[in-house]
């Protein structure tokens, strides 16, 4: 069932949506050549508690940590380790953050020192698909619309789009109906309303777009081992089109 959010059920998303993003602009400034994705991981869960909130993401399903930390060929729900950031790879950091029961929901990808063109070529695109289907976010259009404009761009670039992995709607559940893909017919599937809050989030690949799962049970990869971008927002519906909910903004005056 689609939920429509109430005006204090927004306010408390517009908290955990700032704070999503406020946690991607502090981990920002520490991703180098040399940190490792567990040290980002700890610096995110300092920061988020920092803020009298929780990690969405931590103990959710089992996942044991508070970011998805995804290196080049892993697509998405990568596990944070030791392992060293180095020149040239990229990482997609997906975070969720659980204020006073309510979600914000945002993933970037970010280059590491000097990446090639063609990881530089991936980040943009695949960043402007997201803004893409965010541009079909408007009372009487519908999923179909958000997910044919994103596909369409990545063809015309000539990226692979993940057909298995799919966005979603947010509220006091991280993950709620409806499901949002990353492609799609024109004028089908839910109608958008105002109140809804939905995570639009495409996953677009250098190769093919065929995917597998790592030995660990969550790190889901690219099956050619070509890179994978991973671009996210929480977005409320409504009558004057999208809000991005996972934005800067300040928060309780700070």
Known sequence: MIKIKTKEEIELMKIAGRLTCQTH??????IKVGITTLELDKLAEEFIKKHQALSSFKNYNGFPNTIC????????????SNYKLKEGD????????NYQGY????ARTYPVGKINK????????????????IEQIKPGNKIGDIGYAIEEYAKEHRLGVIRELVGHGVGKELH??????????????????????IAVEPMLNLGTPKICISEDGWTIKTL????????????L??????KILTQEGKINGK
Do not use: Q, W
């Open 25 to 30: 602009d502090y981990l920002k400034r520490h």
């Open 69 to 80: 930390a995804s290196i080049n060929d892993e697509v998405v729900h990568g596990i944070p």
């Open 90 to 97: 990229i990482i997609s950091i997906d975070i969720g953050v």
């Open 103 to 106: 979600h914000g929901d945002m």
């Open 118 to 133: 063609e990881k530089e070529k991936l980040l943009k695109c695949t960043e402007e698909s997201l803004y893409k289907g």
């Open 176 to 197: 709620e109906d409806p499901e949002v893909p990353n492609y799609g017919i024109p004028n089908t599937g839910p109608l958008l309303k105002p109140g809804m809050v």
């Open 224 to 235: 050619d081992g070509k890179s994978s971008a991973h671009f996210e927002h929480t977005i």
């Open 237 to 242: 519906v409504t009558k004057e089109g999208p």
